[in-house]
């Protein structure tokens, strides 16, 4: 089956750096989307990506779809300390019955000090 | 206000007894989603349905059920099949036209004692 390799696997940082994560995969996606995940409870989607090239914004968050549809990074800039979370990854084939199976990148943690 | 609910939140079973995990959702999504995520490791899908009376495996639904009677409620069955139940469960719903935007409960931990 598909394999999305999400990196960094971590991330310690301090409070007002930039932060940058990316995936990748050998196979094509045509939907990217970043979900984050706090402790003990379940993702939330941050952004939903249904375009090559697209780069699209939510507040401090920026997400880009690759042009070859491989890949796509998640921006944060100015981190504030509820920034921390485990960020997602996920990619969707688009057709037939792969519209409902998402692939997840196994996810970066986020640590930010204040 | 509208969401999913997902219960119980934790839940000790021993070796070889089947467990069900409640997921509800109040969204009027007509999907909804399984999946099983352990320590480290992405979201893996067990099971998912598009509509009511109709599901289909995912790619690790060896050792689990579900059923689909309303469109509100997609129950889990862990069975005593499965070989390594302890993880974390995660229910999710979407939009027909948005499945990727996937709404999730809060979490069932399973551990098995």
């Known amino acids: 089956g598909q394999q999305l390799n999400q990196s960094p696997q971590s991330m310690f940082i301090q409070e007002g750096e930039d932060v940058s994560m990316n995936c990748t995969s050998s196979?094509?996606?045509?939907?990217w989307l970043w979900y984050k995940q706090e402790p003990g409870e379940g993702p939330v989607l941050l952004i939903a990506?249904?375009?090559?090239?697209e780069l699209t914004s939510n507040g401090r968050l920026t997400a880009q779809f690759g042009i070859t549809r491989k890949d796509s990074f998640l921006n944060i800039s100015a981190s504030i300390p509820s920034d921390v979370g485990i960020y997602f990854c996920?990619?969707?084939?688009?057709?037939?019955?792969?519209?409902?199976?998402?692939?997840f990148g196994k996810g970066t943690l986020l640590t930010v000090n204040p | 206000d509208g969401g999913i609910t997902q219960s119980p939140k934790y839940l000790f079973r021993k070796e070889g007894q089947n467990v069900t995990l409640s997921c509800e959702q109040n969204?009027?999504?007509?999907?909804m989603y399984w999946y099983r995520q352990d320590p480290g490791q992405g979201l893996r899908l067990i099971y998912y349905?598009?509509?009511?009376?109709?599901?289909q495996k995912g790619d690790i639904a060896e050792g689990y059920s579900v059923s689909r009677e309303k469109k509100e409620s997609f129950p889990l069955t862990v069975t005593s099949a499965q070989k390594n139940p302890t993880a974390f469960y995660l229910c999710?719903?979407?939009?027909?036209?948005?499945?990727?935007?996937?709404?999730f409960g809060e979490g069932s931990r399973l551990t098995v004692l």
């Open positions: 349905s598009q509509i009511v009376n109709d599901f």
């Open positions: 996920a990619g969707r084939m688009n057709s037939g019955g792969s519209n409902y199976k998402l692939t």
């Open positions: 999710a719903s979407s939009w027909e036209g948005r499945t990727g935007e996937l709404f």
């Open positions: 969204l009027n999504h007509d999907a």
């Open positions: 196979s094509i996606f045509n939907t």
């Open positions: 990506l249904y375009k090559a090239g």
